[in-house]
């Protein structure tokens, strides 16, 4: 999409205004936006969520050193820098890193939000994994470790298909 207001560069400033209960979404490009007075207030400011996670994870007795997203090449210790990921597989690649942070954050690791229509296979796979995971919660609290085990398994695999998936 190019800007609204040249139409010659990329839009890269998205703004949503309400004027007289009225929404206004403007599309421009960083000239015209900062000739109309729009700036972002995070421009040329460091990220305090990276600042956050170099501190949390830098305590960390655990090697991170050798992570890296296999389709971006993001390392984790350079993400734990910037607070930024390299694109959604970084998502799954960090992932056992992420989770008990998350839950000390937000009391879940899991976001159930929505997904593009046009992603069905990626849904069908959260469907699966979610599926998995309770069965295996439910076999652990049976006392059922065999078939536990065996979810264990299965959901790896799942785990580890929709990285594959990802990365290509």
């Known amino acids: 999409m190019n800007c609204q207001d040249c139409n010659i560069k ?3 400033v998205h703004i949503t205004q ?4 009225e929404k206004v979404v403007l599309a421009l ?16 400011k460091s990220f305090p969520l990276a600042a956050f996670l170099h501190h949390k994870f830098s305590q960390r007795s655990e090697p991170v050193a050798d992570l890296k997203c296999p389709r971006c090449g993001l390392t984790f210790e350079e993400f734990t820098q910037q607070g ?3 694109c959604g597989t970084c998502y799954q690649a960090f992932r056992s890193q992420l989770e008990p942070m998350l839950r ?5 690791s899991l976001h159930k939000g929505k997904l593009p229509v046009s992603d ?10 979610e599926r998995l995971e309770s069965e295996l919660k439910k076999a652990i609290e049976g006392e ?9 398994d299965k959901l790896r695999t799942v785990r580890e298909s929709d990285l594959t998936h990802k990365a290509e």
């Not at 309400?18 to 209960?21: G, K």
């Not at 490009?29 to 040329?44: I, T, V």
């Open 10 to 12: 990329p839009a890269e």
């Open 18 to 21: 309400i004027v007289n209960n």
């Open 29 to 44: 490009c960083k000239d015209c936006a900062a000739k109309r007075g729009f700036h972002s207030p995070l421009e040329n």
């Open 84 to 86: 930024r990921f390299g």
């Open 104 to 108: 000390k954050i937000h009391g879940s």
């Open 120 to 129: 069905i296979s990626t849904e069908h796979s959260i469907k699966e994994e």
């Open 144 to 152: 059922d470790f065999e078939r536990a085990a065996e979810l264990r």
